[in-house]
């Protein structure tokens, strides 16, 4: 983590050429006014192939302990980033084979070459698959967002939090909903990752989201956790998002196919799992915490009104975290970024 990889990985992320035909950037599926989620069920990749999934958000990714809705193989986001960059099920950025045509068209850039040698003198500038990943993911790590009214209000200034927010917070970490069972803590969800813990948490549930044969299967276009553990019980297990910024992140769950959040919470959640309401009933599989509950429409405003309290507009509109544009940088910070935690 340093100032000089930070603002290369700040250019790469931002520029079309990382992928095959030069019509996305990682930033195409990661917009920062939408807190660095895509706005969109799943993204059309570079070949008109739609996505699997909707494409997650990055706020505080420093701190998670695996990357993508469901593998918990991919610890690093170097090694998540492969995913996007050469996948071909579905493809997304389409570099799959074109590894020396990436390399040749960043060595083309003088200001590549010169931001390379500046960010990597130990290997001499040279534009390779590790360099690239470690430069993108160092931008990456410095995405944090911790200012939004909900944490003022962590930090005590009790005018931070509207009376509705206050009402949906209580809701929120109440029995009532057990809604803080899986999202907790600095990043409101239990995977977290910190250098001063002994090891990482991880959670991946079943919200009770599908139902497809009445024995708890999803749909056979995506198992979730079971496609890599081969694990019946892992069946339609997914990672559990952080909500932070998460009125700006919908559409919701992994394949997007809750619009909002009034239908996550009346429609999903409050029936014990959406399929819940469909031809073979409640998810068998669910995770235990997925129970129906009565919730008034004043309360599912009250919630809301908390939801909309982790909303950071410093972090959605930090020049640091925006497309550097075309312009090479004549020079380049020495100082390390700021974030704590985050190397």
């Not at 931008?139 to 200012?147: A, K, Q, V």
Request: hydrophobic share 35%; with cysteine.
């Amino acid at each position: 983590m340093r100032a000089e990889k930070v603002a290369l990985g700040r250019r790469l992320f931002y520029d079309k050429r990382l992928s095959e035909n030069g019509t996305l950037a990682c930033a195409s599926c990661h917009l920062q006014k939408l807190g660095f989620a895509s706005g969109v069920p799943t993204h059309v990749g570079a070949h008109g192939e739609p996505g699997l999934r909707t494409p997650m958000p990055l706020a505080n990714v420093a701190y998670l302990p695996s990357y993508t809705w469901a593998n918990p193989q991919l610890t690093t986001l170097e090694k998540q980033m492969l995913i996007p960059m050469f996948s071909d099920q579905p493809v997304e950025l389409g570099m799959g084979g074109q590894e020396k045509a990436l390399f040749a068209r960043l060595s083309d850039d003088p200001c590549y070459a010169r931001l390379f040698r500046v960010a990597f003198p130990e290997a001499k500038g040279a534009i390779t698959l590790s360099t690239v990943t470690k430069a993108i993911a160092s931008f990456e790590r410095t995405l944090l967002s911790f200012d939004s009214p909900y944490d003022h209000s962590l930090h005590g200034d009790k005018t931070a939090l509207s009376p509705a927010a206050q009402r949906g917070e209580a809701l929120f970490f109440g029995e009532k909903l057990e809604c803080s069972h899986c999202h907790n803590g600095l990043n409101l969800t239990d995977n977290i990752r910190a250098a001063n813990m002994p090891f990482p948490e991880t959670g991946f549930h079943n919200t009770g989201l599908y139902n497809e044969d009445g024995k708890g299967a999803y749909p056979a276009s995506d198992h979730g956790l079971r496609t890599v553990t081969g694990n019946a019980e892992d069946e339609g297990k997914f990672r559990t998002e952080s909500l932070r910024n998460v009125a700006l992140t919908g559409p919701y769950m992994h394949d997007g196919s809750i619009a909002t959040l009034h239908d996550v919470l009346a429609a999903h959640y409050s029936k014990g799992g959406r399929s819940a309401t469909g031809p073979h009933g409640e998810n068998p599989l669910r995770d235990q915490f997925i129970e129906p509950f009565d919730i008034s429409e004043a309360e599912i405003a009250d919630v809301i009104a908390f939801l909309n309290s982790l909303t950071d507009q410093s972090f959605i509109t930090n020049p640091a975290f925006s497309d550097p544009g075309k312009t090479c940088p004549l020079a380049l910070p020495s100082a390390s970024p700021s974030g704590k935690g985050a190397q």
